[in-house]
């Protein structure tokens, strides 16, 4: 299958510092990558859309401007958290669709991050 | 209501039973549907896929959907202590892989 990279897979950051997470599509390109958040517990939540060449599209209740992204190729997507709170930690994942691929394939998911805000 | 919900268990089996489990989904709209596995710490890896009304087997999976229940499940067939994770059911619909997940079910397999 497909690969998809993200780095760093650990941080820890002090409060109000920023953080920026990659997700790097390895043997394909990748139009659109999505970046997903999933508290302890809890299910994924889609955070945005990331477009390449075109600003991102963002969930309802997801700050754009907290969360800034930027996907600047077709090979990667940055997310960057900016001013973190101890609140932002969590563990964030980015997947990304083949381009040219149907719509009924799978999305493939980077290693994810895990972000500890102190 | 949430898009998608499953129960969130534990669900326990012992070695070599069958699990089964089950996810439902609110929108009509929904597409294509997909079981994932994600281990602890880990990202989700996935399991199969099913867009189409009836079964669909892939070695020990068997994946089911009813569209007009609005119903998928997965039937994991001679359980391993290997096969203990949470288990993830999306839906996409019409954004390409925009999914929404379920909340998950953890599963516990028992030797």
């Known amino acids: 299958g497909a690969v998809v990279s993200q780095h760093p897979s650990r941080v820890i950051c002090k409060s109000g510092t920023s953080v920026k997470i990659e997700c790097r599509s390895l043997?394909?390109?990748?139009?659109?990558m999505f970046w997903y958040r999933q508290f302890p517990k809890k299910s994924l939540m889609l955070m945005a859309t990331?477009?390449?060449?075109?600003?991102?599209?963002?969930e309802q209740g997801v700050e754009k401007d907290k969360f800034l992204i930027n996907h600047a190729s077709l090979t990667l997507s940055t997310l960057t958290v900016t001013s973190a709170h101890p609140e932002d930690s969590s563990f964030y994942i980015c997947?990304?669709?083949?381009?040219?691929?149907?719509?009924?394939?799978?999305?493939?998911f980077g290693q994810g991050t895990r972000l500890t805000v102190v | 209501q949430k898009e998608v919900e499953q129960n969130s268990g534990p669900l326990s089996v012992p070695e070599g039973a069958i699990a089964s489990l089950n996810c439902t989904y609110s929108d009509r709209g929904s597409q294509s549907f997909f079981w994932y596995r994600q281990y602890s710490g880990k990202s989700p890896e996935l399991i199969m896929f099913?867009?189409?009304?009836g079964d669909k087997e892939d070695g020990r999976f068997t994946a089911q959907l009813n569209k007009a229940s609005q119903y998928v499940s997965l039937l994991i067939r001679d359980s391993q202590p290997s096969d203990s994770a949470t288990y993830l059911c999306a839906f996409n619909k019409g954004n390409f892989n925009k999914f929404y997940f379920g909340s998950g079910t953890k599963l516990n397999v028992k030797p």
């Open positions: 043997d394909f390109q990748a139009t659109t």
């Open positions: 990331s477009n390449e060449g075109s600003k991102a599209t963002y």
């Open positions: 997947s990304a669709r083949r381009q040219g691929r149907t719509m009924n394939t799978e999305a493939f």
């Open positions: 099913i867009y189409s009304n």
